[in-house]
């Protein structure tokens, strides 16, 4: 599939675009932004090989989730040399809301809990999709470009969460997807007193 049917595709999945406040606010912390854009990588690579210790029996599991944790670890390191090139200093950042209030949506305990970590794994790849897509025509020559070239990588990972999620459950998963979509729109949309890769709208906009 091209990249662009791949982000038709997302911005149809995800309903709302990143606000442009947001893109304003990216431009002004870029060093915020790698740096958090880092810890993002790191961290969906530790979710991806969670998932692996968890669920052992899992074929398809394994094979989507080890080629996924390697894929984000890659991006992680390259991350972390475009900042090393730039003078910033990776340092310890706190998290977004972003994450922690999809992950509170989560029900806890077997099949239930798996689907909903294969959904909120789904929504977290396709923002970041949307979100690079709509910041790269902003940057300078060479962000632009690996911004771009994370495009296709970001939203396979969308799709294998999402394809996952379905086949592991034993009922049809779109109204958990709808419930977990307008969460993820709300936390997008919604003010947020601190920037980083996945919050919300900058308070002061």
């Known amino acids: 599939m091209k990249i662009e049917q791949v982000l038709d595709e997302i911005r149809q999945f995800l309903h709302i675009e990143t606000p ?3 893109i304003d606010e990216a431009l002004k912390q870029q060093d915020v932004l790698l740096i958090d854009h880092a810890n993002c990588e ?9 998932l ?3 669920h052992i029996d899992r074929d398809d599991l394994l094979k989507k989730m080890s080629q996924l944790a390697r894929e984000e670890l890659l991006h992680f390191e390259q991350v972390v040399n475009i900042m090393q090139e730039r003078g910033i200093r990776y340092r310890a950042v706190s998290s977004s809301r972003y994450a922690s209030g999809l992950r509170d949506a989560v029900r806890k305990g077997g099949e239930h809990e798996l689907i909903d970590v294969l959904i909120v794994g789904a929504f977290i790849e396709a ?12 940057l300078d020559d060479k962000l632009a470009r690996f911004y771009r070239s994370l495009l296709r990588s970001e939203g396979r990972h969308y799709q294998d969460y999402l394809a996952l999620a379905q086949q592991y459950s034993a009922v049809d998963i ?32």
């Open 42 to 50: 790191k961290k969906a690579a530790t979710t991806a090989m969670n």
């Open 174 to 205: 779109t109204d958990r997807v709808a419930a977990f979509r307008q969460l993820e729109n709300e936390l997008i949309a919604s003010p947020d007193p601190e920037f980083r890769f996945h919050s919300g709208v900058p308070s002061a906009a």
């Open 20 to 22: 442009d406040a947001w």
């Open 127 to 138: 923002r970041s999709c949307e979100r690079f897509a709509k910041l790269a025509p902003f």
């Open 52 to 54: 692996l210790y968890k």
